[in-house]
């Protein structure tokens, strides 16, 4: 397993309100986790740096402690869910409390997806509309769903996701990390297949803040990333990740653009 991850403050902004981080650990396991923060020009950094912080040292705190087999039981991935759903409210409350405590950071809140991969198994978490993909056999499947004003009118059938991907308010979130006293996360589970005789990592992630996906479509990345799984050395990841977010500069680069790759 590799992961290498990358961020770009964009064209049209001054400030690089995004925050990743991507980690192996000692037991086997691997974290990656990206936040893009709203709230302000010093707001939306904070949140998403505070938030990342904190989800992170939840899960080291869990990591050092949890021994993973080469197969999870149905009661470690019960465990590994319910850790994921505490990470995301420990974050909440730290974000929110320092909003709370310093008037001049009111209404800042951040996005957060994560991928936590143990025993050949993603467990993705996420608020907001960062998104994760899984690219095999070069297509890329959208795991999460956004928490989003454009898919829920697509949810609710009055809009198609073509629409959904030219509306001006695609980029109206319903839900974010550090805005109110609680949040919801969706946590989802993809258990992958024994990885093939003689192959390398046959099944790369992408996590990535909307900077990336309002101008680069799953067919693009599929087809930037699927290379990947060949590599053997995560310094060439770098460069793919680079790659993604040249792409969404030269799309118009509206946005903070973040990138983290990892293959498995």
């Excluded at 691997?30 to 989800?55: P, R, T, Y």
């Excluded at 996420?126 to 998104?131: A, I």
């Amino acid at each position: 397993m590799l992961c290498c991850g990358r961020t770009d403050v964009g064209r049209k902004r001054k400030v690089n309100q995004d925050s990743f981080f991507c980690e192996y650990f000692d037991n086997g396991m691997m974290l990656c986790v990206v936040c893009d923060g709203m709230g302000g020009a010093a707001g939306g950094g904070i949140a998403s740096s505070l938030a990342c912080e904190s989800f992170v040292n939840s899960i080291n705190e869990f990591a050092e402690s949890f021994s993973p087999g080469e197969k999870l039981t149905r009661t470690e991935e019960r465990i590994i869910r319910k850790t994921l759903a505490e990470a995301v409210d420990c974050a909440n409350r730290v974000v929110y409390e320092r909003a709370e405590n310093e008037p001049g950071l009111s209404g800042m809140g951040t996005t957060l997806v994560a991928a936590l991969v143990c025993s050949r198994t993603i467990f993705t978490v996420n608020v907001g509309d960062s998104r994760m993909y899984l690219v095999n056999d070069g297509v890329a499947t959208q795991i999460t769903k956004d928490h989003s004003y454009v898919q829920y009118l697509v949810d609710m059938g009055k809009m198609t996701l073509e629409e959904a991907k030219k509306s001006i308010n695609r980029n109206i979130i319903t839900r974010a990390v550090g805005t109110d006293t609680q949040v919801e996360a969706d946590i989802y589970t993809t258990r992958l297949p024994a990885c093939s005789p003689g192959a390398k990592q046959d099944h790369i992630g992408v996590l990535c803040s909307d900077g990336l996906t309002n101008h680069v479509s799953p067919e693009e990345i599929a087809e930037t990333v699927k290379h990947a799984c060949a590599l053997d050395n995560d310094r060439l990841l770098g460069p793919i990740a680079e790659i993604l977010i040249d792409m969404a500069n030269e799309g118009g680069g509206t946005d903070n653009i973040t990138a983290v790759l990892l293959t498995i």
